[in-house]
């Protein structure tokens, strides 16, 4: 939710300043509009940067939101309630102060005129494409509570997977930061002072402590210069990622690491499988279902051959053979699809596949949590071992010498 700063004229020809909260600029204007006010100018009101992260953090409209949002309203449209009166309660229950905005400016859209699946277009931020897709589709066959709790199904099931994926990760995050804190605190504050003892007492130092002591004196003297190294690495590579021939190796190199390779594959074709088999279950045409599937994919390797197999579709070739003349998609796959296309059941087979492959997913889940404790294990005591023998060596040898 922003604020913004207008300027208007009521219907007498007076102005009017003032200040009003919505998502965005035109749903601003809209609220304006409702209040017979002629809009002149309206900018958005600049908030401190504390005020701002606050919003950001605490009440961005996040996965939960948007699970509730729509298991609501699939119940409520079941129940019979016309649309608009199911936005105004969700409008009074929500918690998150930005969702009341979203559901009352979806509200004002449709009183509009607007239909549903119109309105969600003006924030792709919240509702993807394939959720459009879906309520666009359950508009035109009339069943738009069920294409909701179908789609309340699916974002359910990918928020548990997404927790338990989530989950797997803490654990190695915490400890790897932690040593990268305790290694940084040590370089900075301990280490110079033991090489100035060791200097003081003209100790004989081996190539370890010779490297340590380089690290130290750089981190501590050329601290900013390592500070603008880092972040020009991280923004360059920000950068690089989202150019087509950095995403595409990127995702090589994901694909090529040992469990987690593994696990974004099986991920990827859950949601590939998921995504298709619910838009083709929702009375979406195989060729549009592929093209919506296209833009919601997180994968350039994916997406490319999801492509190739789309035009092969347009062109009148089967699913199934489409899929199988690329490599990336593993055989089960093209098998699958052409027994549900030759049974007319396409949508079910592709489901069933999805939950084989968030199978897969959660056992590669399992299988890194499983690895992790010893690799993490290893770096830490070769970590360690490096420090004491660069730190130890030098006083075993002043200890030699008297």
Partial sequence: ?????????????????????????????????????????????????????????????????????????????????????????????????????????????????????????????????????????????????????????????????????KGAMIYPIIIIGGMFLVGLIMMIFVIPKLLDLYREFEATLPLPTIILMSLSKFLTKFWWLALILMTALFLGGKKFAKTDIGRLKLDSLFFAVPIIGKLRKSMILTEFTRTLGLLISGGVLVVDALNVTVGAMGSAIYQKAVLVATRDVEKGSTLAISLAKSEVFPPLLPQMVSVGEETGKLDEVLLKISSYFQQEAEVAVRNL???????????????????????IMPIYNLTSQF
């Fill in 1 to 165: 939710m922003q604020k913004f700063n207008y300027y208007a004229k009521d219907a007498e020809g007076n102005s009017k300043k003032g200040v009003v909260e919505a998502v965005d600029r035109p749903s601003a204007a809209g609220i304006l509009k409702e209040r017979n006010l002629v809009l002149i100018s309206i900018e958005s009101k600049s908030e401190g940067l504390l005020t701002a992260v606050k919003k950001r953090i605490f009440t961005r409209i996040g996965l939960n939101d948007l699970v509730n949002f729509t298991r609501q309203l699939s119940t409520m449209i079941s129940a019979g309630l016309v649309i608009t009166d199911a936005f105004t309660i969700l409008r009074t229950q929500t918690e998150n102060p930005n969702m009341a905005v979203l559901v009352d400016s979806l509200q004002r859209d449709i009183e509009g005129g607007s239909s549903f699946s119109a309105a969600l277009k003006k924030y792709p931020g919240v509702f993807d494409p394939v959720y459009i897709a879906l309520v666009r589709s359950g508009e035109t066959a009339g069943i738009l509570d069920k294409i909701l709790a179908r789609l309340a199904d699916n974002l359910e099931s990918r928020r548990e997977f997404v927790s338990k994926v």
């Fill in 369 to 391: 949590t499983s690895a992790v404790e010893p690799i993490i294990m290893v770096i830490l005591g070769l970590g360690v071992g490096f420090l004491i023998i660069a730190v």
